[in-house]
């Protein structure tokens, strides 16, 4: 796209006239900074951001402890559970808070559910932008390719949920990603700016290429990551550089899922990066830990299926057995559920691989962790498919002990889930579970 063509339809989308549908797209909510200058950046900020009129923005000011906004005290995970309480009051799309250190305030992005395990977020709440504090004391101070950048982060870490908001955001974060990639202006900013402006950017273009990655895309995505990496001497904590082998984890991780060239050398990539994130992470945050743990589970578990390496199925559960200890079902009810299927699932691969009964019934206590969440008088499809996996294990486990008690009790299980699926007329599952039957009756006639 021509960049006279490319401005005139962001400087539409950002100032020029809205249509109905563009107006108020995006509903932001931007909390009341921790700062000790006294400046009230956060309110010249939001009133920065409302000048757009894609966006919907709201100033959230009532009293709440802000310690937590300091990445070097221990609550920095208070940030998922005070601002989720925001978003739903708010009815917000996105939160951004701000934290001054040394005369820069270090923003950072929030949106709803942004460490459940299904939903495949590529924006961490660790992920900063550091802007100096001289641009809040007035909302001219920042340039345009600095809105752009905050513009495109905004649009790119949220998550869209109406049908205007699925339709605009690649296109407004196209147009964005073209500016930017075409800007020359003189940069007004020092370079110990750029690693989190760099950081910044690779997100917005990943977010952009996520869904339909190309080999070219790849290349300038890792490009930026990387010179964010290189001028570490301007990251003062390990966990800055933790994000970007994140980000690089997830670029790779995407590579690995959408181009079939060079498919085990993305996935080598992708855990290389996840392991360098966790080093640089460590315990201290847990919630991005044990969500990196969760995405290495996943392509230790594809290592395997390639290769046939047991050890890579074992690293699979281990690394799920970590993202347990913090996903639990009082904080994280859904992901629970999910990470207790795959565990499950993992488990009974292993113990059928390895002739393992004790692995093959942690396998079933997994399944029977899920089917918590799932009554069988309100989700009883769900239901019944926990009860044909756990009837596969008995079957699977009487076969290798050759012993008829475990398929008495896989023809229970399969038995229990016929019934369920006949209620519900479900044809294609009552035709498969009475193939599981048939074999379960051969065995023991």
């Not at 006239?17 to 200058?37: C, H, M, N, R, Y």
């Not at 290429?209 to 003062?236: G, H, P, V, W």
């Not at 690394?319 to 207790?340: A, I």
């Not at 989700?379 to 699977?396: F, S």
């Amino acid at each position: 796209m021509p960049l006279s063509s490319c401005l005139n339809n962001i400087r539409n989308f950002i100032n020029g006239p809205k249509k109905d549908e563009t107006v108020g797209l995006f509903q932001i909510t931007v909390a009341a900074f921790e700062e000790k200058s006294g400046l009230n950046c956060a309110k010249h900020f939001a009133q920065m951001l409302s000048k757009n009129k894609l966006f919907s923005v709201k100033f959230f000011d009532e009293p709440f402890p802000k310690g937590f906004l300091n990445l070097q005290g221990r609550f920095f995970y208070d940030f998922i559970d005070c601002g989720q309480k925001i978003l739903n009051s708010s009815h917000s799309d996105i939160i951004i808070w701000g934290y001054e250190e040394n005369a820069k305030i270090r923003l950072n992005f929030q949106v709803a559910n942004q460490y459940d395990l299904e939903e495949n977020n590529k924006f961490s709440l660790l992920d900063n932008l550091y802007v100096p504090l001289s641009f809040f004391t007035n909302t001219d101070n920042f340039s345009e390719s600095m809105l752009l950048l905050i513009y495109g982060i905004i649009i790119a870490a949220i998550k869209p949920i109406t049908l205007n908001q699925q339709r605009h955001k690649p296109l407004l974060l196209a147009d964005i990603i073209s500016l930017l990639s075409q800007d020359t202006s003189p940069k007004d900013l020092s370079r110990e700016f750029m690693p989190f402006i760099m950081n910044m950017l690779g997100k917005i273009y990943l977010c952009a290429a996520a869904e339909n990655i190309k080999t070219e895309d790849l290349d300038i995505i890792s490009e930026l990551f990387n010179n964010s990496l290189k001028n570490s001497q301007y990251r003062t904590q390990p966990v800055f550089c933790g994000c970007t082998y994140n980000n690089l984890g997830l670029l790779y991780e995407n590579a690995f899922r959408s181009l079939s060239s060079e498919n085990s050398v993305y996935l080598k990539t992708a855990v290389a990066c996840y392991q360098k994130a966790l080093k640089n992470l460590h315990r201290a945050y847990p919630y991005d830990y044990a969500l990196i743990a969760c995405h290495l589970a996943r392509l230790y578990f594809e290592y395997w299926k390639q290769t046939g390496d047991l050890q890579a199925l074992r690293d699979a559960v281990a690394q799920l057995r970590d993202t347990e200890k913090v996903y639990t079902k009082d904080k994280f009810r859904n992901s629970w559920g999910y990470l207790q299927g795959l565990l499950g699932y993992y488990l009974t691969s292993l113990g059928m691989n390895t002739a393992s009964n004790e692995i093959m019934l942690l396998a079933i206590t997994a399944y029977r962790k899920q089917q918590e969440l799932y009554a069988q008088n309100s989700y009883p499809t769900e239901w019944a498919q926990i009860q044909v996996e756990i009837g596969n294990i008995y079957y699977l486990l009487g076969k290798q002990n050759e012993d008829e008690n475990f398929m008495y009790e896989a023809q229970n299980y399969f038995n229990s889930a016929l019934e369920v699926y006949t209620q519900l007329h479900a044809k294609n599952a009552i035709d498969a579970v009475k193939n599981k039957l048939a074999k379960v009756h051969n065995y023991i006639d």
